[in-house]
């Protein structure tokens, strides 16, 4: 557990990466450190939280720093709902503010947590038990990618590459394993993802391709997005665009939390 904590406490961001009971997910997270290590998903995550079971791997895949390490960790998570911030309005958000400029702007007063409510309710996902750390190659490229799927009856988590990443649905793509070993598909379900973003994270995008592996090869059967070396910030009006989506899907979170919690 140590290892992972020092990692995670240094590293701007990571991803949680998880099976549900549609396949392998995985999402870019801000790395959060409480009594254990932890993520706090915006209530716009609800569908996504909603499948994260009792396991799942916290992923430090970019480093830190010139001699930071790149690891996974597997274990055990519980999850929290805390729509009124509570938990997370503690020492997590100042260390998500540092972390994340668009918490710095939604978040970075008692002012602004006030006005921002729908910002300040999570989701918080904590790593109550670590089975296992190992390390994984960096992603020091837009093209490198996590690969997720089940492996030995959990989730399994590598880097890997292609050629080009073009490919949609109907079509296959060939993998390759960062760290040089064989990718090994045996036919099953697999999810390669990965996420990039502008120097002001007011864009942070998400690009997967999922469907099945068997050996090196993945028949695509859903693509979204695509590797981008150097997003560029937001314009005015699609910031404004992306803000009011970010407040209406936090909202709506917001309010089917509320409503499980009264019934």
Known sequence: MNDLASAWRRAPTGELCWLSPDGPTGVPVVPLLGEHPCVALPLALLPEVDSLLNRAAFCVSAPAG???????????????????????????????????????????SLMARRENWWWMARAIVTMVDVDRVREIPARRRAGDALLVRERDSDVRVDVVTARDWSAGAGSSVELWSRDGADVEGHGEEALVFSHQASPD???????????????????????????????RPFGLVERYRNHREVVRACRAGFTTVRRRLAT
């Open 66 to 108: 010139e001699d930071a390490p790149t690891l996974v960790a597997t274990g055990r998570v519980r999850v929290h709902l805390d729509p009124e911030g509570r938990e997370f309005g503690g020492d997590l958000v100042e260390q998500e503010v540092v972390k994340h400029p668009p918490s710095r702007l939604r978040v970075g």
């Open 201 to 231: 994270f007011e864009r942070w995008e998400r690009w997967s391709r999922y469907g099945t592996l068997t050996g090196q090869d993945l028949a695509i059967t859903d693509a979204d997005g695509a590797p981008d070396p150097d997003p």
